[in-house]
């Protein structure tokens, strides 16, 4: 099984900061990683598939980067609807899928 | 444009069976596509459950595979998830989901999930 790791637990960044945030995969999944964002209440919502493709209607102020074992997702300024959880999930290895522990991105 | 709600009883008692329902809408299941399960314990991280491609291809999670299995229902365009010999570790908010394509990789749409609690 992979075991995706994700760092920070937790990101304190101001609005309209940067916010920078990495997923790391115990062993190479090549470019097969998505990236989601969560919200409170909600279901998780596609952001970057490919490593680095925005999916439909993402902002583009949500970009991502990487392959093998690190992968970043980088919001460029922070707008309020971010702050969230931010999971990273590879797709290049299964059963089983496997998710990160996840981001959360809250207001400093 | 494809939906899914999922549906099942809120409570289920240990050491029994927990049975949900994902009814699909926008898109016929047997036209193709993989579905899965994907589940949340309150205040934690993701874990994925299991897939299947209308052509009948079943992929389980390792870790739950001895517990789950998943069917379709194709002429209601639901499929199902039944998890045996629950304990209080299977509390958690599941979804159904969908890649919208013949491959198995990540997921979107997803239906808004049910909160299932084990307990006495």
């Known amino acids: 099984e992979i075991v995706m790791t994700q760092s920070p637990a937790t990101l304190s960044v101001s609005p309209g900061e940067r916010a920078t945030l990495s997923c790391r995969a115990s062993?190479?999944?090549?470019?097969?990683l998505a990236w989601y964002q969560q919200k409170p209440g909600q279901a998780p919502r596609l952001l970057i598939y490919?490593?680095?493709n925005r999916a439909t209607g993402i902002p583009a102020r949500f970009s991502a980067s990487g392959s093998g074992t690190e992968f970043t997702l980088t919001i460029s300024s922070l707008q309020s609807e971010d702050f969230a959880v931010y999971y990273c999930q590879q797709y290049n290895n299964w059963p089983p899928l496997t998710f990160g522990g996840g981001t959360k991105v809250e207001i400093k | 444009q494809v939906q899914l709600q999922e549906s099942g009883p809120g409570l289920v008692k240990p050491s029994e069976t927990l049975s949900l329902t994902c009814t699909v809408s926008g898109y016929s299941i047997s036209s193709g596509y993989y579905w899965g399960w994907i589940r949340q314990p309150p205040g934690k991280g993701l874990e994925w459950i299991g897939s299947f491609y209308h052509s009948g291809s079943t992929y389980y999670n390792p870790s739950l595979k001895s517990r789950v299995t998943i069917s379709v229902d194709t002429s209601n365009n639901q499929f199902s998830l039944k998890l045996s010999s629950v304990t209080a570790a299977d509390t958690a908010v599941y979804y159904c989901?969908?890649?919208?394509?013949?491959?198995?990789?990540?997921?979107?749409?997803w239906g808004q999930g049910t909160l299932v609690t084990v307990s006495s």
């Open positions: 989901a969908t890649r919208g394509a013949a491959t198995l990789d990540w997921f979107d749409p």
């Open positions: 062993q190479s999944v090549s470019s097969n």
């Open positions: 490919g490593a680095s």
